[in-house]
């Protein structure tokens, strides 16, 4: 089994926004090549169809009726939220990047 | 002296209903289990002050269904109103949801009580529960093993007795592969049977809530009140709910049944082997058909399974960013360094790698050679298990290859707790029901077998696996390491 490179990995960490230190770069060189490697085995199947199954839901979409029900309160919005600001939910200062 | 949370359900609700026992009563009785039994660390969140509010309540209104006043155990990734629900993640430790799941709002109306919130692998990604945040659940037969999992706690909640039902979720196996390792009935039922909708997702096409049980009958008690229709979940099924315990007690004679060879391959140890041999001998002796079956593609079902899995679950995980609600990191000067080191630090390890799996295997260069690749070879798989439904009522193989096995033996190995699911992962595949009953021994640790049904026919693998159940008469109470009865 190939180790990825330190680039491979930084680049899926960039991807899944996960920050990563050097010495997490090392372990998932080798734990994400492990699962890669297995991933792969789906290479030796040829000659299946081209019908792609995305869920084994095989119903027509029902959608509701369009009607006004229940809303989230503005206090239950917030309940969660880790950082707010009277009712707002705050966030770092982004217009600067 | 036994005590009234150990009678079955029917006998608790003949109590009830001559006035002789209250809810009140038995919730003293399970609380005090769950204080005794605490080593086991199978709950998250003990929801004492709610359970005996929701009992004094029912005590005013008359004794109504089956399972009205019946204890029950809920997954910690199924939302519950006003109840902490984790995920059993740091990322979602204080998370108070304001809405109810469908399945919670279908037992509340039913009558039952919720006791607690399960521990469980951290937003179901494991085999062995050992990824939780707060720490593993022990297995009640043996304390220094694993659960199994994902659904370890709710498994280990119903082995040792301290409820008689729980809740679970089965992505990849994770209600039958646990309830094999100790000793219980699990049901993943039909994709679309039960409403997905509160179930915190991890991959949504293959996500499914069902019941974890003491008993085959109990089991589909618990799943004539969660199933149905949901207009809240697109992909809930409007097939008419039937009574599920209707064919139950009913003769097995003329079955045909099918066992998928690659399912009792060398992948499978000796010791389940002989116990699944021993059943399929009973079946034989009973006039029933048993034979093997190919199905395609179930050698690489893993591997499938890992790239529709981590692909879905990349993006359903998308959602955790520290801003709206979970866990925030303290330490960020821009919105990507938030996102980044909140998720970096909210969490764990199997998580992440998952997480990051997916990202890639659903990037621009990659998604057409795996994504759509695997969901290519899942639509000829289940047409393969389907065609075989055409010639058999039902299949059956292992749950899974060993009995439990040592806390800390897996940890270190990324594919482990994939290669625990292979005998799981095919009906989430297929989107097939599939249940999990006690078959046998080894040296004291229960092994299960699978009865895994055509879709949306859950009664008839009901009635096969109470046929068993009957015929095997397999003393379960060994999962109980409380000592007064």
């Known amino acids: ?97 | 002296m036994s005590k009234y949370i150990d009678l079955s359900i029917l006998e608790i609700h003949a109590l009830y209903k001559e006035k002789k026992l209250t809810p009140t009563m038995l919730l003293d009785e399970v609380f005090e289990r769950i204080e005794k039994e605490k080593d086991l660390n199978c709950f998250i969140t003990i929801c004492k002050e709610e359970a005996y509010s929701d009992a004094k309540r029912l005590e005013q209104e008359e004794v109504r269904g089956l399972l009205w006043g019946i204890p029950i155990a809920i997954k910690d990734n199924i939302v519950t109103k006003n109840i902490r629900t984790t995920c059993a993640s740091k990322m979602l430790e204080h998370f108070l949801p304001i809405y109810d799941a469908t399945v919670i709002e279908k037992i509340k109306k039913e009558g039952l009580l919720i006791v607690g919130k399960m521990n469980m692998d951290e937003f179901a990604m494991g085999s062995t529960s050992e990824t939780s945040y707060f720490g593993p659940p022990k297995n009640p037969w043996n304390l220094s093993f694993i659960t199994g999992g994902s659904s370890g706690g709710s498994a280990a909640c119903v082995a040792a007795r301290i409820t008689p039902l729980a809740l679970g979720s089965d992505t990849g196996g994770s209600i039958r592969q646990p309830a094999s390792y100790t000793g219980i009935v699990g049901m993943k039922p039909t994709y679309g049977r039960v409403s997905r909708y509160g179930l915190i997702a991890f991959a949504s096409s293959l996500d499914q809530i069902g019941p974890m049980t003491r008993t085959v009958y109990e089991n589909a008690l618990l799943l004539n009140v969660i199933a149905g229709h949901d207009e809240k979940d697109l992909t809930s099924s409007t097939e008419p709910v039937e009574d599920f315990t209707a064919f139950i007690g009913k003769d097995v004679q003329h079955l045909k049944i099918g066992i998928p060879s690659y399912l009792v391959s060398d992948v499978v140890s000796d010791e389940v082997r002989c116990v699944f041999e021993n059943v399929v001998s009973l079946l034989k002796e009973n006039g029933n058909t048993v034979e093997l079956v190919d199905i395609s593609y179930l050698e690489q079902a893993v591997s499938l399974y890992q790239v529709i899995a981590m692909g879905e679950a990349s993006s359903n995980l998308a959602r955790f960013d520290g801003i709206r609600y979970g866990y925030r990191t303290d330490n960020a000067n821009s919105v990507d360094e938030l996102y980044e080191k909140t998720r970096s630090e909210g969490f764990g390890e199997e998580v992440k790698r998952r997480i990051m799996v997916g990202s890639s295997l659903l990037s621009s260069s990659k998604a057409k050679i795996y994504y759509d690749k695997a969901l290519s070879i899942r639509d000829d798989m289940r047409s393969s298990f389907l065609q075989a439904f055409e010639k058999y009522d039902l299949l059956i193989a292992p749950t899974t290859t060993t009995k439990a096995y040592s806390l800390g033996q897996g940890l270190d190995d990324p594919l482990k707790s994939f290669m625990d699911d292979v005998l799981v992962i095919p009906a989430n595949m297929a989107g097939l029901p599939a249940l999990n009953l006690p078959a046998g021994f080894h040296e004291q640790l229960p092994i299960g077998i699978q009865i895994i049904g055509a879709p949306f026919k859950e009664a008839t693998m009901y009635q096969l696996a109470s046929f068993l159940e009957e015929k095997l008469a397999l003393d379960l109470e060994g999962g109980v390491h409380h000592d007064e009865i």
């Open chain 1, 1 to 97: 089994m190939e180790k990825l490179s330190v680039e491979e990995v930084k680049h899926i960490a960039h991807l899944a926004r996960i920050a990563v230190t050097e010495e997490e770069i090392e372990k998932y060189r080798v734990s994400l090549a492990k699962l890669f490697e297995m991933i792969d085995q789906i290479h030796l199947i040829e000659g299946y169809n081209d019908d792609m199954m995305f869920s084994p839901c095989e119903e027509e979409a029902i959608l509701r009726k369009d009607e006004i029900g229940d809303m989230l309160k503005e206090d239950e919005v917030l309940l969660n939220a880790p950082h707010k600001n009277g009712k707002f939910i705050e966030v770092p200062v982004m217009l600067n990047e």
